[in-house]
């Protein structure tokens, strides 16, 4: 899981395995969100995104998952890869300040060989 | 190569030094942010800047001193910092002002000694 402000949580999976990021958001108004992924040294690269009115979404080996009753925001990875490996944030577009996304401390993902 | 280049990658400085960050976007974007990622903490939003027009300060230090002289170049002047300032900057476009799909640069690693 993933909770903005804790601890890095860390998630290891076999290559060519799914995987499932977790993320609490934490306004029930906010109505965007996005998930980016953060590779070692370099900055944040956008993945995918959704809006409220919607409660799930598909990329290319990617899907995510927007549960507003529990506020959970969950990113799917089909066939795990090597290349897969960095951490992954979500954001959500908070609604209280003017356009500030708030985004969570991330998961730390490893994908073994 | 996301279309944002940050320059320079790292930057040592004492505290009575006075530097500059800089921040080039090839993506024909509006807006530009600087944002700030420490260690297990979540990225937060410094700066915001639409059209070269500053839109949000988000309760910055005046020791961070932005500057936006055209939509495509973005300056972070730094001076008399502290310690507590080393993080990672990184620099980020988007279409509007709305921080939505930013991309990101590679970022610049400050450490104030």
């Known amino acids: 899981g993933e909770s903005v402000g804790l601890h890095l949580p860390t998630l290891s999976v076999q290559e060519g395995d799914n995987s499932i990021i977790n993320c609490a958001y934490s306004?029930?108004?906010?109505?965007?969100f996005i998930w980016y992924k953060q590779e070692s040294g370099k900055g944040p690269q956008f993945i995918i995104d959704?809006?409220?009115?919607?409660d799930k979404r598909q990329g290319q080996r990617v899907t995510v998952l927007l549960n507003k009753t529990v506020k959970h925001l969950s990113l799917q990875i089909a066939a795990t890869q090597p290349g897969d490996s960095a951490v992954y944030f979500c954001?959500?577009?908070?609604?209280?300040?003017?356009?500030?996304?708030?985004f969570g401390a991330g998961t730390r993902l490893t994908v073994k060989p | 190569e996301t279309g944002v280049t940050q320059t320079p990658r790292h930057l040592v400085m004492g505290m009575t030094n006075k530097k500059s960050l800089k921040c080039e976007q090839h993506?024909?974007?509006?807006?530009m942010y600087w944002y700030k990622q420490s260690a297990k903490k979540p990225l937060e939003l410094m700066f915001v800047?639409?059209?070269?027009?500053?839109?949000e300060n988000n309760s910055v230090p005046s020791r961070f001193s932005p500057e936006c002289p055209n939509s495509s170049h973005l300056f972070l002047h730094l001076h008399t910092l502290q310690p507590e300032d080393s993080a990672l900057y990184l620099c980020?476009?988007?279409?509007?002002?709305?921080?939505?799909?930013?991309?990101f640069g590679s970022g610049t690693q400050l450490s104030v000694l």
């Open positions: 306004n029930s108004a906010s109505d965007y």
């Open positions: 959704i809006r409220s009115n919607m």
């Open positions: 954001a959500e577009n908070i609604k209280t300040n003017n356009n500030d996304m708030r």
């Open positions: 980020a476009s988007s279409p509007r002002d709305n921080n939505e799909k930013l991309f």
């Open positions: 993506l024909g974007h509006n807006a």
């Open positions: 800047y639409n059209f070269k027009e500053q839109t």
